[in-house]
Every structure is written in C-alpha cells, then in structure tokens.
C-alpha cells in the first residue's frame, strides 16, 4: 500500500511562495515510485476537489489547470520519492487543501478518478 503525506502549506500573504511536497512511502520494486504519474489537486471550502497539475513517470510532460499556469511548477525526485508544486504569485483564490496523487502507470491526467493513492492534503491559505 502506497502512503503520500504532504507538507509545506501554510499562511501567505497573497503574491508570495509556497513549496509543497510529498513524499511517498510503502513502494515496492515492482511498483517504484517512477512506476507512477503524480498528481496535485486542491479542493476549496464549498467546492469540489480540482485538478491543479500533473507529471508523467519520467517528468518529460506536465499539464496544468489553467488558472495555475505560468504560476505554479510541478517537479518531481524519484530517487527521492517525492513530487513537488512550487507555488508563485499567489492569490486568495488558490486557498484550499491540496492533495497529491499517484496513478500506477498513468499518463498525467486531469482526471481524479484515475489516481489510485491519495495524501491526506495539507492546507494553503492565502491573504489578501
């Protein structure tokens, strides 16, 4: 069983930085960590759970939501376990929890439905 576990949210000041990151665990060797596309979605108080960017196993390809385009980065360290969101310019509107996800042998899809392991999500909260 893949565990996920998030950090790195917080309290900002809108224009500011954050870098989230999560780290998997409970990999195995026919199921390393480069095995899966990773994820990161946020779901804001009142709303659905929505796509922010994703990265494909080998990080050669990477989609974003377009609200998050141009502000926001998806990298990933495989022989680190971990994915990360460096967030840019950021605005009260990007407040939420944000969940990082990882598809066995996925493509990097918008889709949530896709995503086989979920982090229990670490809260960004942004100031106007």
């Known amino acids: 069983q893949v565990q996920l576990v998030e950090s790195g949210g917080g309290l900002v000041q809108a224009g500011g930085s954050l870098r989230l990151s999560c780290a998997a665990s409970?990999?195995?060797?026919?199921?390393?960590?480069?095995?899966?596309?990773m994820g990161w979605f946020r779901q804001a108080p009142g709303k659905e759970r929505e796509f922010v960017a994703a990265?494909?196993?080998?990080?050669?390809?990477?989609r974003y939501a377009d609200s998050v385009k141009d502000r926001f980065t998806i990298s990933r360290d495989n022989a680190k376990h971990t994915v990360y969101l460096q967030m840019s310019s950021l605005k009260p509107e990007d407040t939420a929890i944000y969940y990082c996800?990882?598809?066995?042998?996925?493509?990097?899809?918008?889709?949530?439905?896709?995503?086989?392991?979920w982090g229990q999500g670490t809260q960004v909260t942004v100031s106007s």
């Open positions: 996800a990882a598809d066995f042998l996925g493509a990097a899809v918008p889709g949530s439905a896709s995503y086989d392991y």
């Open positions: 409970g990999l195995t060797s026919g199921r390393s960590f480069s095995n899966y596309a």
């Open positions: 990265m494909t196993r080998s990080g050669g390809i990477t």
